[in-house]
């Protein structure tokens, strides 16, 4: 099963109680399903002023805490294009104005989570490598060639910028269940 985003890397033993608080007041600064923001089209990084490098920075510590593996713009409200994302261990990214510019024939399907949605976990098929052009915070070029979890990954938040999340992303058996899941509970109580 991939980790992709909303999922905790791996197996980190016991969490400790700080750790837990951090990540929880982590997630309650990132939009959750239905906010709208999170289906609405983010526009072009025009400015690559210290403002952008403040909220990329931001975005960083955030996805840090909620222990996830990316976080677009779009999650904190901001309608700019640009994520973070873990690239490996200690190496997170910054992209800016990102193009998918090659996506690999070959696909993979594999569950995927989002700290937009909570506890949904649903399947979702993506090229199995893409070539990814973007800016760096400082306005500089870049280009990067990611296969399996990064390319995943990527994938995944270029779709935030679009406005696109994983349940349009799945089955349809899977989306109902997942909707089911993320409709508000009746609360029975007392009257
Ligand atoms: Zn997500």
């Known amino acids: 099963m991939a980790e992709v985003e909303g999922q905790v890397r791996g197996d980190e033993g016991p969490r400790d109680a700080e750790d837990e608080a951090r990540r929880r007041l982590a997630l309650a600064q990132i939009?959750?399903?239905?906010?709208?923001?999170?289906?609405m089209r983010a526009r072009d990084v025009v400015d690559f002023d210290d403002e952008l490098a403040r909220l990329a920075e931001r975005m960083t510590a955030l996805m840090t805490d909620a222990r996830g593996v990316g976080l677009a713009a779009t999650q904190v409200g901001v309608l700019r294009r640009l994520f973070v994302f873990a690239n490996a261990e200690e190496d997170v990214r910054t992209l800016v104005?990102?193009?998918?510019v090659e996506r690999s024939k070959?696909?993979?399907?594999?569950?995927?989570?989002?700290?937009?949605?909570?506890?949904?976990?649903v399947p979702v098929e993506r090229a199995q490598r893409v070539v990814v052009e973007a800016q760096d915070v400082t306005g500089a070029p870049l280009r990067l060639q990611l296969e399996d979890l990064p390319a995943r990954v990527v994938q995944h938040e270029f779709d935030h910028l679009d406005g696109v999340l994983i349940i349009q992303r799945t089955d349809d058996a899977s989306r109902r269940e997942a909707l089911a899941l993320l409709r508000p509970q009746p609360v029975i109580g007392v009257g």
């Open 31 to 39: 939009r959750q399903y239905p906010d709208p923001v999170l289906r």
């Open 97 to 100: 104005n990102p193009r998918i």
């Open 106 to 121: 070959s696909v993979e399907t594999d569950t995927e989570g989002c700290l937009s949605l909570g506890p949904i976990r």
